[in-house]
């Protein structure tokens, strides 16, 4: 075959696709149902033809655009809080911690001979952030406060010297049934000295669980106490960092959360009575490795956790690698701060570095639990009764002495209503309605 047959037989095959090409393409844009290429095919004039592939052009960006932004939603992983509100045949009782503003009783000061300089020296060890009205000790006298620190048995002392829970909480009843308020009351230090913790017990495991449930809306069906604060036994001195107020402060919180009181507690004066109504919110948060921020693992010291639980640990863990002690209301079997580590050491640590544990708390790994119910709490007083009357409550509480007024609180506390809001979280979106939603704007395009 010469150059030319070959020539005429590639441009023949040439011509013979060309022709396939278009018709292909002729079948294709009188059939398909992208009908702004239709038009265009059809256009009688250029400009008409120009109009409609700038309109396709311009429809398929957007089509890009929006399939873009389905992606980019999705790959944010939004999340929907879904609020929900419930009604019970019941409700759990939390926890009610209660701490007398007085940590050290003028009695047992007075019959151990001790000073005002030691009591003040002592109260350090729970001043984590230095006191407003700083005293100047000589080095002598620091010398010789250091040696009596080291000579006490420390929790003994803060036990000895603070007023004991059947000084202090005087009668119970829950929904009208009495019951021995200490008989499983649980001491826990906090900021305030030794505190009680009312309405918990402890299953076998160690987890503590909620003693009592109210069945019914009423101010006469939760939990009800007399309260001693003992204001002719408060000691009369200033000790910094210490409240020179009377009375108390009640916290509530979840039976396996540590008390907060310190923070969230609330104040109650003597000679009231108070009445406490309190609603429950849920929160279910989405774990971690499904879109959320929830945790849910074992922590030292605590059976379950709590975000509480988890900042007290991080706390502890960088007051240890800072200062090598323990502050004495922590959890643990480390050496306790002494006032002269809290001064030197705790104190001008924590003004700098424990507050960003709270208001960073991601960066140390303290995350919402996956389930967790907050308390909302509504306070509102009057005054106790007069003379005659409250003179025979003190006697049947077996109260001497003519100061009632000065010391009782009687407290009721309860559920506002038998209901409660979830705030539960929830994936905005999925794959599926992503892909769905993508196929849907392919179609309109």
């Keep these: 075959m010469t150059e030319k047959e070959s020539e ?32 265009a095919y059809h256009a009688s004039n250029t400009p008409e033809k120009i109009f409609w592939i700038s309109a396709c052009t311009i429809g398929f960006g957007l089509l890009v655009s929006q399939i873009f932004l389905l992606l980019s939603r999705y790959s944010t992983h939004p999340i929907n809080t879904i609020v929900t ?38 109260r350090e060890m729970f001043n984590v952030v230095p006191s407003y009205f700083k005293l100047n000790r000589s080095q002598a006298e620091v010398q010789q406060l250091d040696a009596w ?14 007023f004991t829970c059947e000084e202090t909480i005087r009668f119970c009843q829950f929904s009208g049934e009495v019951f021995d308020c200490c008989a499983e009351a649980l001491p826990v230090l906090t900021g305030h000295g030794l505190c009680w913790t009312l309405g918990v017990r402890t299953h076998s495991n160690g987890t503590r669980y909620s003693r009592f449930a109210q069945y019914f809306q009423s101010s006469d069906a939760g939990l009800s106490a007399w ?15 210490s409240t020179q107020d009377q009375g108390i402060r009640i916290n509530f919180h979840l039976p396996h959360s540590p008390t907060t009181v ?23 948060s989405l774990r971690s490795d499904n879109w959320g921020d929830c945790v849910n693992f074992p922590l030292p010291h605590y059976n379950v956790y709590s975000y509480e639980a988890c900042v007290n640990n991080i706390i502890a863990s960088e007051i240890w690698d800072q200062c090598h002690c323990r ?20 104190q001008p640590f924590a003004s700098d570095q424990l507050t960003d544990i709270s208001v960073q708390r991601e960066s140390y790994g303290c995350w919402n639990p996956c389930e967790d119910w907050k308390f909302q709490v509504t306070m509102s007083y009057s005054s106790l009764p007069k003379s005659r009357a409250l003179k025979f409550i003190a006697e049947t509480l077996n109260i001497t002495g003519e100061n009632a007024r000065e010391n009782l609180i009687l407290l009721d506390m309860s559920f506002k209503s038998l209901d409660f809001f979830t705030m539960q979280q ?16 392919a179609t309109t395009f």
């Design 426 to 441: 929830q994936k905005a979106t999925t794959i599926t309605e992503t892909l769905s939603k993508t196929k849907r704007l």
């Design 227 to 241: 309260v001693n604060v003992h204001s002719e036994d408060y000691t009369d001195f200033y000790i910094p960092g």
């Design 8 to 39: 005429k037989e590639e441009k023949g095959s040439s011509d013979e696709l060309e022709v396939i090409n278009h018709e292909l393409n002729k079948d294709f844009l009188e059939t398909t149902t992208f009908h702004g290429l239709v038009m």
């Design 262 to 284: 310190d923070t969230d507690g609330y104040a109650v004066p003597p000679g009231v009575h108070t009445y406490a109504y309190l609603d429950v919110t849920k929160y279910i």
């Design 327 to 346: 502050l004495i209301f922590q959890l643990g079997d480390t050496p306790t701060c002494k006032p002269k580590d809290m001064i030197t050491c705790v």
């Design 149 to 162: 620190i080291d000579s006490l048995d420390i929790m003994q002392f803060v036990t000895d010297a603070a």
């Design 85 to 122: 509100r419930h009604y019970a045949d019941e409700l759990s009782f939390p926890a009610v911690t209660l701490c007398n503003f007085n940590s050290f009783k003028a009695s047992y000061i007075a019959a151990n001979n001790i000073t005002e300089s030691q009591v003040r020296y002592f």
